[in-house]
């Protein structure tokens, strides 16, 4: 008897668990033409693979709190290259940085500037644009899973409309509650080519005859 109740408070969890998690990373995307607005954006040019962002997000967590702002920032992102089609994905281009919903005090501005932070200001734009929950860790890696496939099959579909997209830095924006992923549109698109760096060799697609 007791060892069906338990089985049955078991599945119960499990059922309770798979929808939480349908629900908050499995979730159809639905995208949407959105206007952002002008800010200053503060970021650090590199190139690194992907799997290796975790500590530059702790890094920034920790500015974060020194800065004592009355809001947090939020950590906005621009990622040019995909690691599954470059032929070293250590060699990825972002920029990773943060926009502040507030003016930095001097000190703040000088403490950035001592991180060696670069600070350029983002006119509004316009772009395509999807969101999931942000619930941490979990959230950013399944969000890129899946938001970015999900984005650029729609910007493909829509391309009469919107253009092509090539070299486009997708946008990824974390905020408090939800992480934005977007493509800039049109001639705004220039104010995001911020990397220094050249674009990594891509991996040589082989023929059916090799």
């Not at 033409?33 to 693979?49: L, R």
């Not at 496939?149 to 729609?154: A, D, G, K, R, T």
């Not at 409309?161 to 220039?190: D, M, Q, S």
Request: net charge positive.
């Amino acid at each position: 008897m007791w060892i069906f109740l338990m089985l049955g408070i078991i599945f119960v969890l499990l059922a309770i668990g798979v929808w939480y998690f349908k629900s908050k990373y499995l979730q159809e995307f639905t995208f949407a033409k959105k206007t952002f607005e002008a800010t200053a954006y503060y970021y650090k040019d590199m190139q690194i693979h992907y799997h290796n962002l975790f500590p530059v997000y702790g890094a920034l967590d920790s500015l974060f709190k020194e800065l004592k702002l009355t809001k947090a920032p939020q950590k906005l992102c621009l990622f040019f290259d995909s690691p599954v089609h470059v032929e070293d994905p250590k060699l990825c281009r972002a920029c990773i940085g943060f926009i502040a919903s507030e003016s930095l005090s001097k000190e703040s501005e000088r403490r950035v500037k001592e991180m060696e932070y670069t600070k350029v200001d983002l006119p509004s734009w316009t772009g395509v644009s999807t969101q999931m929950a942000n619930s941490g860790k979990i959230a950013v890696v399944f969000g890129s899973m899946r938001a970015y496939p999900s984005l650029f099959h729609y910007m493909a579909k829509k391309k009469d409309k919107y253009g092509p997209i090539n070299g486009t830095p997708v946008v990824e924006i974390h905020g408090e509650k939800f992480i934005t992923y977007a493509l800039p549109l049109g001639e705004e698109r220039k104010a995001f080519a911020l990397t220094k760096y050249p674009a990594p060799a891509k991996k040589q697609t082989k023929s059916k005859t090799d």
